[in-house]
Nanobody, 112 residues
Framework: QVQLRESGGGTVQAGGSLRLSCVVY????????ASWYRQVPGGERDFLAM???????KYEDSAKDRFTISRDNARKTLYLEMKNLRVEDSGIYYC??????WGQGTQVTVSS
C-alpha cells in the first residue's frame, strides 16, 4: 500500500521561505515521477513542479525562479523548497507519486 505524507507547511510572511517534505511509504518511490501541486479555495489542484527518478525537473512558470523540487530516493522523500513567497502562493500543497497517489496536503499561508 502506498501512502504519502506531507509536512512543513505553516504561516510565513511575504518574502519568507518554507521547505515542504513528502515521505512516501511503499515501494514506488524510486521508479515514479513525483510532483507538487497547489490548490486554493474553490479552485483545482494546479501543477507546480515535477521530478523524474533520475532528477530531471520541470516547473510551472510562476514557480520556476522561486521553487526548487528535489528528491532523496534513499529516504523516499520529496521536497519543495520555496523562497520569496508571495501572498498568492497561499493554498494547500499536495505531493503526488506517479499518476495515482496523492498525499493529504499541507497548508501554506503567506501573510502580507
Amino acid at each position: 500500500q502506498v501512502q504519502l505524507r506531507e509536512s512543513g507547511g505553516g504561516t510565513v510572511q511575504a518574502g519568507g521561505s518554507l521547505r515542504l517534505s513528502c515521505v512516501v511509504y511503499g515501494d514506488l518511490f524510486g521508479v515514479n515521477v513525483a510532483s507538487w501541486y497547489r490548490q486554493v479555495p474553490g479552485g483545482e489542484r494546479d501543477f507546480l513542479a515535477m521530478i523524474t527518478p533520475g532528477g530531471n525537473t520541470k516547473y510551472e512558470d510562476s514557480a520556476k525562479d522561486r521553487f526548487t523540487i528535489s528528491r532523496d530516493n534513499a529516504r523516499k522523500t520529496l521536497y519543495l523548497e520555496m523562497k520569496n513567497l508571495r501572498v498568492e502562493d497561499s493554498g494547500i500543497y499536495y505531493c503526488k507519486m506517479g499518476v495515482t497517489y496523492w498525499g493529504q496536503g499541507t497548508q501554506v499561508t503567506v501573510s502580507s
